[in-house]
């Protein structure tokens, strides 16, 4: 598995066990793991097939999903969310599948930390999403339109949607340009200490975090209230 893949492994595997929805599963690995360990997996994909999966739904992430309310007490999308058109409409299908209280894990690169934010003042794009698709030609969503999605679009449309978010995760540190993280960190703690709003204060805390500064790759549970 991928770094980021064992990071939302580590996140589950000792969970209750129950059904999982691996939404672009890809090869499933991350549903695999899931199985080896007592979960019930269901893969669903648009452009690729897990080899030995039993409970398979070939599907298109911007559609519908086929699946009836209250299905699953987890849904995993790993490195997808930026190849789906409507961020809004995928993640309000997720919880439409999700059981009350159900578990929400995506992950997308992370283009807050401060190695991106660098690379978007040199190059005016984000390293993850070149206008330019170079290798992998026989990969059929490499030649999706790419949908860059931040942290802060993934918070707010959880919220609007029902998701208290939980925890958020970095995946692959990067210490590149680690001065422009102690500035980021100094600006951050001066807001911090004048900020009265405490949802404000959270979210300064969540920006200013290790995580989202230098993580390549971000990882976000959130949780269905009830």
Same mark, same amino acid.
């Given at each position: 598995?991928?770094?980021?893949?064992?990071?939302?492994? !580590?996140?589950?595997?000792?969970?209750?066990?129950?059904?999982?929805?691996?939404?672009?599963?890809?090869?499933?690995?991350?549903?695999?793991?899931?199985?080896?360990?007592?979960?019930?997996?269901?893969?669903?994909? =648009?452009?690729?097939?897990?080899?030995?999966?039993?409970?398979?739904?070939?599907?298109?992430?911007?559609?519908?999903?086929?699946?009836?309310?209250?299905?699953?007490?987890?849904? &995993?999308? *790993?490195?997808?969310?930026?190849?789906?058109?409507?961020?809004?409409?995928?993640?309000? !299908?997720?919880? =439409?599948?999700?059981?009350?209280?159900?578990?929400?894990?995506?992950?997308?690169?992370?283009?807050?930390? &401060?190695?991106?934010?660098?690379?978007?003042?040199?190059?005016?794009?984000?390293?993850?999403?070149?206008? @330019?698709?170079?290798?992998?030609? @026989?990969?059929?969503?490499?030649?999706?339109? @790419?949908?860059?999605? *931040?942290?802060?679009? &993934?918070?707010?449309?959880?919220?609007?949607?029902?998701? !208290? &978010? =939980?925890?958020?995760?970095?995946?692959?540190?990067?210490?590149?340009?680690?001065?422009?993280?102690?500035?980021?960190?100094?600006? @951050?703690?001066?807001?911090?200490?004048? /900020?009265?709003?405490? /949802? =404000?204060?959270?979210?300064?805390?969540?920006?200013?975090?290790?995580?989202?500064?230098?993580?390549?790759?971000?990882?976000?549970?959130?949780?269905?209230?009830?």
């Amino acid at each position: 598995m991928k770094p980021v893949h064992e990071k939302i492994y !580590e996140l589950l595997k000792n969970s209750d066990n129950g059904h999982v929805l691996d939404a672009a599963c890809g090869k499933g690995a991350i549903g695999s793991a899931l199985e080896n360990r007592g979960f019930k997996v269901f893969y669903a994909d =648009r452009y690729d097939r897990p080899e030995d999966a039993k409970l398979f739904v070939n599907t298109d992430l911007n559609r519908f999903l086929p699946f009836k309310g209250k299905s699953f007490g987890t849904v &995993v999308c *790993s490195e997808s969310l930026q190849y789906i058109e409507n961020h809004n409409q995928i993640i309000r !299908e997720f919880g =439409r599948v999700l059981k009350e209280g159900g578990r929400l894990i995506v992950s997308f690169p992370n283009i807050l930390s &401060v190695s991106s934010r660098l690379f978007f003042l040199r190059r005016g794009y984000f390293p993850h999403f070149k206008p @330019y698709k170079a290798g992998d030609s @026989y990969k059929r969503w490499n030649f999706i339109a @790419y949908n860059p999605v *931040s942290f802060v679009e &993934v918070f707010q449309i959880m919220k609007r949607n029902g998701f !208290e &978010v =939980r925890t958020v995760t970095g995946s692959g540190m990067k210490t590149k340009g680690i001065w422009l993280y102690a500035v980021l960190k100094a600006l @951050y703690s001066i807001g911090l200490l004048f /900020e009265k709003d405490k /949802e =404000r204060a959270e979210m300064i805390k969540k920006l200013s975090s290790r995580e989202l500064l230098l993580g390549d790759h971000v990882i976000v549970c959130g949780v269905k209230a009830g």
